[in-house]
T-cell receptor
Framework: EAQVTQNPRYLITVTGKKLTVTCSQN?????MSWYRQDPGLGLRQIYY???????DKGDVPEGYKVSRKEKRNFPLILESPSPNQTSLYFC????????????FGQGTRLTVV | AQKITQTQPGMFVQEKEAVTLDCTYD???????LFWYKQPSSGEMIFLIY??????QNATEGRYSLNFQKARKSANLVISASQLGDSAMYFC??????????????FGTGTRLTVIP
């Protein structure tokens, strides 16, 4: 089954404690991206990757890092999480950057206290 | 300026009736794509329908159709014969620069649709 898998689904952590949210897709997609969803703001892009070892900033990259060492994986790293990073995070992939459909992961609800 | 504007925070529709969810967009790029996604209470994002800026006909997918009015820069989603399972948050999104390898999907703030039995 074609899917994008994020882990964990829910996470509560403390300020400053480094964390990683994993994202994996099994569709051999080149393009992957991370979004955060906040009430009243819709989804905003954090980082994207057009292929292995190619990543770039989206609209709200501050406080986040990503890596793309393999095509299927695109982890999101919060080196020093802060409460304003409490949000619902989505990973997405598509066949190409201009693709007609983005497949989304199930979402990760992160709370930073 | 907002790239995508959804002016209806919430909508109600009677079961089996049709409903239109509004979406306007702002771009100067001639090559762009418009998307609608559904987000049920479980939280996942479900792709519904896509319209390319050069597509001559309005996109349709089952009970979903996209009323694309290019001159007005609107891309309204029409859901026919509403079902209780259509109750969800709906997001309109746009990707610019399709011919140059666009990288960002701009989302609206969403419309919460409630279908009344």
């Amino acid at each position: 089954e074609a899917q994008v898998t994020q882990n964990p689904r829910y996470l509560i952590t403390v300020t400053g404690k480094k964390l990683t949210v994993t994202c994996s897709q099994n569709m051999n997609h080149e393009y992957m991206s991370w979004y955060r969803q906040d009430p009243g703001l819709g989804l905003r892009q954090i980082y994207y990757s057009m292929n292995v070892e190619v990543t770039d900033k989206g609209d709200v990259p501050e406080g986040y890092k990503v890596s793309r060492k393999e095509k299927r994986n695109f982890p999101l790293i919060l080196e020093s999480p802060s409460p304003n990073q409490t949000s619902l995070y989505f990973c997405a992939s598509s066949l190409e950057s201009g693709g007609t459909e983005a497949f989304f992961g199930q979402g990760t609800r992160l709370t930073v206290v | 300026a907002q790239k995508i504007t959804q002016t209806q925070p919430g909508m109600f529709v009677q079961e089996k009736e049709a409903v239109t969810l509004d979406c306007t967009y702002d771009t100067s790029d001639p090559s762009y794509g418009l998307f609608w996604y559904k987000q049920p209470s479980s939280g996942e994002m479900i792709f519904l329908i896509y319209q390319g800026s050069y597509d001559q006909q309005n996109a349709t997918e089952g009970r979903y159709s996209l009323n694309f009015q290019k001159a007005r820069k609107s891309a309204n989603l029409v859901i026919s014969a509403s079902q209780l399972g259509d109750s969800a948050m709906y997001f309109c999104a746009m990707r610019e620069g399709l011919l140059t390898g666009a990288n960002n999907l701009f989302f609206g703030t969403g419309t919460r649709l409630t279908v009344i039995p």
